[in-house]
């Protein structure tokens, strides 16, 4: 497609509950990237995919996330035993593999824990 | 990835040009200037990235100092819907795509009638 798509659009879950969610990039683009944004303006960079393989997963908590990109499947991220302080608006990205281009985004996924 | 810096906020009046700095002094050679922008609490939409020359393209131009280190986003004819908050990146261009967009705190723009 030519969009980045996100779903679900919103997801409530209760503290402890898993929290999984989808992205199917840009048709042809090869790097996925997730981010978390808490606050309006503040995004935290998670993870980055090269095709299924991690790219960089530097900004990634090292317990209760995971996330995957599978041959044929929308890319997913995964959160374990969600906190309160998992709220927050999740993003996805994905890139052309040629150097210099652009990212696009998708509209996000609205993650509320309570 | 060069930090940037931004004005907290700025107002501009609907119909006239809205000009957006940003400072990126550590800027490296093979470091890209790009520029993104958040409308409410939408996806961020790429509008512009450069190098080292001006770009302009449909939506913006992009004004980069000679010496890298500071540049303008330039719309030309700033409208309601161009209120948001927009971000100023800088990020390695070469060598691979897949290097991290690093967000700063942006420049939130507020277009009055």
């Known amino acids: 497609g030519e969009e980045v798509a996100q779903t679900p659009k919103h997801l409530v879950r209760g503290e402890g509950q898993k929290a999984k969610l989808y992205c199917a990039p840009i048709k042809g683009h090869s790097y996925v990237f997730w981010y978390q944004q808490v606050l309006k303006n503040e995004f935290k960079f998670l993870i980055s995919?090269?095709?299924?393989?991690?790219?960089?997963e530097t900004g990634m908590p090292k317990e209760r996330f995971s996330a995957k990109c599978l041959p044929n499947s929308p890319c997913s991220l995964e959160i374990q035993a969600t906190k309160l302080e998992d709220s927050a608006v999740y993003f996805c990205?994905?890139?052309?593999?040629?150097?210099?281009?652009?990212?696009?985004f998708g509209q996000g996924t609205r993650l509320t824990v309570v | 990835d060069a930090k940037t810096t931004q004005p907290t906020s700025m107002d501009c009046a609907e119909g006239r040009a809205a000009n957006l700095p940003c400072n990126h002094s550590t800027i490296s050679g093979n470091e890209y200037v790009y520029w993104y922008r958040q409308i409410h609490s939408q996806g961020p939409q790429y509008i512009i990235h450069?190098?080292?020359n001006n770009e302009t393209n449909e939506m913006a131009s992009l004004i980069i100092t000679e010496d890298r280190k500071s540049s303008t986003l330039i719309l030309p004819h700033a409208t309601l819907r161009d209120t948001a908050v927009y971000y100023c990146?800088?990020?390695?261009?070469?060598?691979?795509?897949?290097?991290?967009?690093?967000f700063g705190g942006g420049t939130r723009l507020m277009v009055k009638p």
């Open positions: 450069g190098l080292k």
């Open positions: 990205a994905s890139s052309h593999h040629r150097p210099g281009t652009e990212a696009f």
């Open positions: 995919f090269q095709n299924e393989n991690v790219f960089d």
């Open positions: 990146i800088v990020r390695v261009g070469w060598g691979n795509a897949g290097n991290m967009l690093t």
